[in-house]
């Protein structure tokens, strides 16, 4: 099946690992001209290198703090610059700190609106205007499970993606008529750096090792596993194409059945 990217141009926030490598891996070995950052330069390089080796197309590294207001236009602003314009935004970030309420303070709270909600927004509200010139646009939220269901110990992401989600799901009904659609996708336990760093989290509490908090995870499936980065992206890569020209508004989960929720 042609999903319709090829020479479509893609940014994937905080893409220098984990689930939005693998994203931006997924765009561009479709053909799209991809767009990736992160605030370490050195992993920034070495997953451009690596993604472009592999996919034989073009990537464009741009260090950027995603929790900095100007970053996130700046890199917005870098990626029409060079490409000439922007049809694909996939936001992501690295994810606020695990732990229970009364572990953060406000300054801790701000800390992660700013990564996660507001790095989400900034980045929507600066790529919107391009997209309404070319009348397209994707724009996807990686969001998670905790949604849908709240993980006790992510109190941060639980609070702050549902925001994300809440925004995007308002936002879909307000540009649908300009050609863009707006989608989250909600992963599960993904084997991800983030998803081993929430298990050596719970291990430390636990008293157990960190694969014995990862088997545990695997063990909460239905698929008897946990997921690959690889199967996250596929799902974006679907909502980012020209066969997903009808599905807005949603937030779709990707995680082996785990979740028993009806809707």
Request: aromatic share 4%; with cysteine.
């Given at each position: 099946?042609?999903?319709?990217?090829?020479?479509?141009?893609?940014?994937?926030?905080?893409?220098?690992?984990?689930?939005?490598?693998?994203?931006?891996?997924?765009?561009?070995?479709?053909?799209?001209?991809?767009?990736?950052?992160?605030?370490?330069?050195?992993?920034?390089?070495?997953?451009?290198?690596?993604?472009?080796?592999?996919?034989?197309?073009?990537?464009?590294?741009?260090?950027?703090?995603?929790?900095?207001?100007?970053?996130?236009?700046?890199?917005?602003?870098d990626t029409v610059e060079y490409f000439g314009g922007l049809h694909v935004l996939?936001?992501?970030?690295?994810?606020?700190?695990?732990?229970?309420?009364?572990?953060?303070?406000?300054?801790?709270?701000?800390?992660?609106?700013?990564?996660?909600?507001?790095?989400?927004?900034?980045?929507?509200?600066?790529?919107?205007?391009?997209?309404?010139?070319?009348?397209?646009?994707?724009?996807?939220?990686?969001?998670?499970?905790?949604?849908?269901?709240?993980?006790?110990d992510l109190i941060l992401s639980s609070s702050l993606l549902a925001g994300?989600?809440?925004?995007?799901?308002?936002?879909?009904?307000?540009?649908?008529?300009?050609?863009?659609?707006?989608?989250?996708?909600?992963?599960?336990?993904?084997?991800?750096?983030?998803?081993?760093?929430?298990?050596?989290?719970?291990?430390?509490?636990?008293?157990?090792?960190?694969?014995?908090?990862?088997?545990?995870?695997?063990?909460?499936?239905?698929?008897?596993?946990?997921?690959?980065?690889?199967?996250?992206?596929?799902?974006?890569?679907?909502?980012?194409?020209?066969?997903?020209?009808?599905?807005?508004?949603?937030?779709?989960?990707?995680?082996?059945?785990?979740?028993?929720?009806?809707?």
């Open positions: 099946m042609d999903l319709g990217l090829r020479d479509k141009i893609a940014l994937v926030a905080a893409s220098s690992r984990g689930l939005g490598r693998a994203c931006a891996h997924s765009l561009s070995a479709e053909g799209a001209k991809v767009v990736i950052c992160a605030r370490d330069g050195k992993d920034l390089r070495s997953a451009a290198d690596e993604i472009a080796g592999d996919t034989n197309n073009q990537v464009l590294a741009i260090v950027a703090d995603l929790t900095s207001a100007r970053d996130c236009r700046q890199v917005v602003q996939v936001t992501n970030n690295a994810g606020p700190p695990a732990g229970y309420f009364f572990d953060f303070d406000d300054n801790e709270w701000y800390r992660a609106i700013d990564l996660t909600l507001m790095s989400a927004i900034r980045l929507i509200r600066a790529a919107v205007p391009y997209m309404r010139e070319g009348g397209w646009g994707r724009i996807i939220n990686i969001a998670s499970v905790s949604v849908k269901e709240p993980l006790d994300v989600v809440g925004m995007a799901r308002t936002l879909a009904s307000q540009l649908a008529a300009d050609g863009i659609t707006v989608n989250n996708v909600m992963p599960g336990y993904i084997l991800t750096e983030r998803v081993r760093e929430l298990a050596q989290t719970r291990a430390k509490a636990q008293g157990k090792s960190p694969d014995e908090v990862l088997n545990g995870f695997a063990e909460l499936v239905p698929m008897g596993r946990i997921g690959k980065p690889e199967e996250l992206a596929a799902m974006v890569t679907f909502l980012a194409s020209e066969q997903a020209a009808y599905v807005s508004g949603t937030s779709i989960l990707v995680d082996g059945g785990r979740c028993k929720g009806l809707m």
